[in-house]
Antibody, heavy 121, light 107 residues
Framework: EVQVVESGGGSVRPGGSLRLSCAAS????????MSWVRQAPGKGLEWVSA????????YYADSVKGRFTISRDNSKNTLYLQMNSLRVEDTAVYYC??????????????WGKGTTVTVSS | DIQMTQSPSSLSASVGDRVTITCRAS??????LNWYQQKPGKAPKLLIY???SLQSGVPSRFSGSGSGTDFTLTISGLQPEDFATYYC?????????FGQGTKLEIK
C-alpha cells in the first residue's frame, strides 16, 4: 500500500525547534518530489516546502524561509522538516504529501494524516 | 508570488444540484492548477490535476476546466459525500499557493 506517515509533532515554546519526519512506503521514494503542507486551526491549507526526488532542489514559502529546512534520506525512505525559531503562528497540522511531476503538471496525490505542532508560551 | 482567489467562500446546495467553484490566479499559470477536497479532520484528497485531468478513482461527476488565470471546478449531481471544503492550488511556480477554500454545505 502506498502511504506516508508523519511523526514528530508536539508542543514547543516560541523560539524553540522541532523536527518532523515522514516515513514513506509502497513506492520508489527517490522517484518522487515531496512536500509539506500545513493547516492552522480553523484555517485553510498553506503550502510550506517541497524537495525534489534527489534532494538537490528545495523550495520554501516566504513565511518559513530561513527558519525551516526540508531534507530527505532516500536510503531510509524518509522526509524531514527541521523547524527552528518557531512562532505562535506556526501552530498547525503539518501534512506530508507525495508530489507527481512532469513538464506539464505537478500535483500531490498521496497525503499523510498529519502531525500537530503547537507553539505556545 | 502567485495569489489564488476562490469564489464563493461558501456555498449552500442540495443533493442532485450542479455547482461550480471558481479560482483565479494573479498571473497566468497555464494549466498548472489542481483541485483538492477536504473533509473535517481529514487530509486533503486530490480531485483534479493539470486543470482538467481527473485523478484515478475520483467520480466522473467532478470536472475541471480553464487555463491561464481562470479556472472552474464543477460537480454535476451533488452527492451527500461531496459536502466538504474545496481548494485550488497552483503548481506553476513555487511557492505553490492554495486558494482560501470554498466550503460546500447542505441546503
Amino acid at each position: 500500500e502506498v502511504q506516508v506517515v508523519e511523526s514528530g509533532g508536539g508542543s514547543v515554546r516560541p523560539g524553540g525547534s522541532l523536527r518532523l519526519s515522514c516515513a514513506a512506503s509502497g513506492f520508489t521514494f527517490s522517484s518522487y518530489a515531496m512536500s509539506w503542507v500545513r493547516q492552522a486551526p480553523g484555517k485553510g491549507l498553506e503550502w510550506v516546502s517541497a524537495i525534489s526526488g534527489s534532494g538537490g532542489s528545495t523550495y520554501y514559502a516566504d513565511s518559513v524561509k530561513g527558519r525551516f529546512t526540508i531534507s530527505r534520506d532516500n536510503s531510509k525512505n524518509t522526509l524531514y522538516l527541521q523547524m527552528n525559531s518557531l512562532r505562535v503562528e506556526d501552530t498547525a497540522v503539518y501534512y506530508c504529501a507525495r508530489g507527481v511531476q512532469s513538464d506539464y503538471y505537478y500535483y500531490m496525490d498521496v497525503w499523510g494524516k498529519g502531525t500537530t505542532v503547537t507553539v505556545s508560551s | 508570488d502567485i495569489q489564488m482567489t476562490q469564489s464563493p467562500s461558501s456555498l449552500s446546495a442540495s443533493v442532485g444540484d450542479r455547482v461550480t467553484i471558481t479560482c483565479r490566479a494573479s498571473q497566468s499559470i497555464s494549466s498548472y492548477l489542481n483541485w483538492y477536497q477536504q473533509k473535517p479532520g481529514k487530509a486533503p484528497k486530490l480531485l483534479i490535476y493539470a486543470a482538467s485531468s481527473l485523478q484515478s478513482g475520483v467520480p466522473s461527476r467532478f470536472s475541471g476546466s480553464g487555463s491561464g488565470t481562470d479556472f472552474t471546478l464543477t460537480i454535476s449531481g451533488l452527492q451527500p459525500e461531496d459536502f466538504a471544503t474545496y481548494y485550488c492550488q497552483q503548481s506553476y511556480s513555487p511557492p505553490y499557493s492554495f486558494g482560501q477554500g470554498t466550503k460546500l454545505e447542505i441546503k
